[in-house]
Nanobody, 126 residues
């Protein structure tokens, strides 16, 4: 059973940076893709970024391209989301997720992920 725990959220001014971390336990971390999603009240959870099991391939939502970077350290069983040039519209609860299927494609939809963390709040003030 895979468990995910996010950390690193907080309050930051517009233009600032934050780094989120997601620590995984359970099944071999290097065998599955990981993703970050975010959600605001009254809205559906939306895709932010994803990374392949090896870390060699990534995918980003258009809204964060050039500002956010997803990475992983398989030796530490951790995936990161480096967020720069933050905007007030980036305010949300951020969730990491694991896709336990052994597929080539990088998953970008919520229904492709099997395990979710509890979420961490990111608030960007203007």
């Amino acid at each position: 059973q895979v468990q995910l725990v996010e950390s690193g959220g907080g309050l930051v001014q517009a233009g600032g940076s934050l780094r989120l971390s997601c620590a995984a336990s359970g099944r071999t971390f290097s065998s599955y893709a990981m993703g970050w999603f975010r959600q605001t009240p009254g809205k559906e959870r939306e895709f932010v970024a994803a990374i392949s099991w090896s870390g060699g391939r990534t995918s980003y939502a258009d809204s964060v391209k050039g500002r956010f970077t997803i990475s992983r350290d398989n030796a530490k069983n951790t995936v990161y989301l480096e967020m720069n040039s933050l905007k007030p519209e980036d305010t949300a609860v951020y969730y990491c997720a694991a896709d336990l299927r052994a597929v080539w494609e990088i998953p970008t939809r919520t229904n492709e992920y099997d395990v979710w963390g509890q979420g961490t709040q990111v608030t960007v003030s203007s």
